[in-house]
């Protein structure tokens, strides 16, 4: 019986080893798709920053909300300072100067700022 279960477990560090998440090949796969994913939501918010300068209109936009996501975005980069991770400095940098924008616009022309 433990010949057997021997054998399993052989079997099974051999799958995965080949499917190893910390391996460098799928690290670096999902290090670039961080880039993607990353980038993909800050090119999401953009129509709302065109909306609030084009239209010079922010009504329905709460400033405490966007000023939320400034907060969130300045930690997030100071994580990522800390851990000297490129991926989620450059996204939060990104992250801050669209919220960055988003705030000014309601300011600006928002009508009942709260």
Known sequence: MS???HHREHELRKFVGKTDIHSKKWKNYIDNAVYVVGITGVIM???QVIKVFAIKNAEGLSLIFWMTYIVT????TLYGV?????QIIII???WLFIDILVVLGIVLYG????
Do not use: Q, T
């Not at 975005?73 to 997030?76: D, G």
């Not at 009508?111 to 709260?114: N, T």
């Open 3 to 5: 010949e057997v279960y």
């Open 92 to 94: 939060n940098i990104c």
């Open 73 to 76: 975005a300045f930690f997030w």
């Open 45 to 47: 918010a953009l129509p």
């Open 111 to 114: 009508k009942g700022l709260w």
């Open 82 to 86: 800390a851990h000297k991770s490129k």
